[in-house]
């Protein structure tokens, strides 16, 4: 079979891909190891019509690629949700117990000027960064990236609750420990986050109504027959006039291959020849990190929608807030080791589902018993499709593989978060889809 592009993976970086490329007159082919569409984009919808996000869950004011697609396709958003800092500040339960986390520092200028000397090191990095989409050109890139978190936590002398609650931050955020995570890729990050600021104001977090899912179902509708699931790409060969994708029925003979599918899996591919120098070490290396995350439901809604735990839940909130109704869906969001631990103690979802809803009683006493027979679980570490949550940028690896990872190698395109200037969200998955389609359209 030929075609002009073919597409791997039906990710929010897949779709968006081969939907402009479909629009802009191309024949594209997609090809989707799994029997949905959507990647790591997965809703869950419980018996009593309340639904959950089981991956990817936010959408901001100010991610506008997905906004734009959400409007195409007559969808809308709910929710207000503070910005990010306000809302990651709300409640702490540690040693001490349950209480507003404002308590904790706004009597402790010790812990107050070490989350302003964390947020003041970045910040002045990132303005160091003329363009956030290449932090690599920063001019001391390579000091800078050379140091992890748990660097700049010594360098700043934090206090223990600072250290504390800026981990449980990156554990969240970025599923990963403050010694796996380069500063340069923090400052890129704290560079979007200002670029959006001076753009939109105060960025405040929502939720699709009803469920992500319904984007990536309504994108592949509009893919139709080019959409084919349960293909997953065996083999990959390229030259310098094409490149050929084997699945598991199908041999596409295109003009070019975007694969858009984590690199964990792509690794397992037989590509020939095999990608070579930057762009293969940065295939071969890129490193994922690891979040699981587990629901259970209650009859009463907590006294918080959202709290950072000492506990080995790491951090929970309530993930039906602008739902109506009684009760709640409860997500213990667990990153980093403490998700590999997690799946490793208990590999069974019903299980890891049992476990967490007894944490959750112990936390929160006046919840009653909780029913974890309704819960579920779900890690995307363990999935062999995914092998990981999000792009990890270690130490060194932004000078290594940004750029190289981002730019065509001969016939193959990546796609995906991972290439993207906003990582780690739809957002930037939607971003990068758009970015390689109009480079071929325009090649």
């Not at 792509?266 to 020939?272: E, F, H, I, P, Y």
């Not at 587990?294 to 000492?310: C, D, Q």
């Not at 792009?391 to 991972?418: C, D, I, N």
């Amino acid at each position: 079979m030929r075609a002009d592009v073919v597409v791997v993976g039906a990710g929010m970086a897949g779709l968006t891909c081969a939907l402009d490329l479909k629009e802009a007159g191309a024949d594209v082919v997609v090809l989707e190891a799994g029997r949905r569409p959507g990647g790591r984009v997965r809703t869950v919808t419980f018996d009593d019509g309340r639904w959950v996000e089981s991956g990817g869950e936010w959408v901001d004011t100010a991610h506008g690629h997905v906004h734009r697609l959400l409007e195409r396709f007559g969808l809308g958003t709910v929710g207000d949700a503070a910005p990010w800092w306000e809302r990651e500040a709300g409640w702490v339960d540690d040693a001490h117990g349950l209480r507003p986390a404002a308590d904790v520092w706004t009597d402790d200028p010790e812990v107050r000027a070490g989350f302003a000397s964390f947020d003041l090191a970045l910040s002045v990095v990132a303005g160091g960064m003329p363009d956030p989409s290449r932090p690599d050109l920063h001019p001391d890139a390579g000091s800078i990236d050379a140091r992890s978190a748990a660097d700049l936590f010594d360098e700043l002398d934090l206090t223990e609750f600072a250290r504390f609650f800026l981990t449980r931050s990156i554990e969240f955020e970025y599923t990963c420990q403050p010694a796996e995570i380069s500063v340069l890729f923090l400052a890129q990050q704290r560079a979007v986050e200002l670029a959006e600021e001076r753009a939109f104001g105060a960025v405040r977090s929502q939720r699709v109504a009803g469920g992500l899912s319904q984007l990536a179902r309504a994108m592949a509708a509009e893919l139709g027959g080019s959409l084919r699931f349960g293909e997953p790409l065996m083999a990959l060969r390229h030259d310098d006039d094409r490149a050929t994708a084997l699945s598991r029925s199908a041999e596409i003979r295109a003009s070019h291959a975007v694969l858009a599918l984590p690199l964990p899996p792509l690794r397992s591919v037989a590509v020939a020849p095999a990608f070579e120098g930057a762009f293969g070490d940065g295939v071969a290396r890129l490193a994922y990190g690891a979040v699981t995350k587990s629901f259970v439901r209650s009859s009463v809604r907590p006294p918080f929608p959202w709290a950072v735990t000492g506990r080995f839940l790491q951090r929970v909130y309530d993930a039906t807030e602008d739902q109506s109704g009684a009760g709640c869906v409860l997500d213990a969001y667990v990153g980093g080791d403490g998700a590999r631990e997690l799946d490793a103690s208990y590999p069974d979802a019903v299980d890891r589902v049992s476990f967490v809803a007894k944490e959750l009683e112990a936390m929160l006493p006046q919840l009653g018993t909780l029913d974890p027979s309704s819960g579920l679980s779900r890690s995307w570490t363990a999935h062999p499709r995914f092998g990981g949550s999000f792009s990890l940028w270690k130490p060194g690896f932004v000078t290594s593989f940004w750029q190289a990872l981002r730019e065509p190698y001969g016939r193959v395109h990546l796609a995906g978060e991972h290439v993207a200037t906003v990582c780690g969200y739809v957002e930037g998955a939607v971003e990068s889809g758009h970015r390689v389609a109009e480079r071929l359209v325009n090649a």
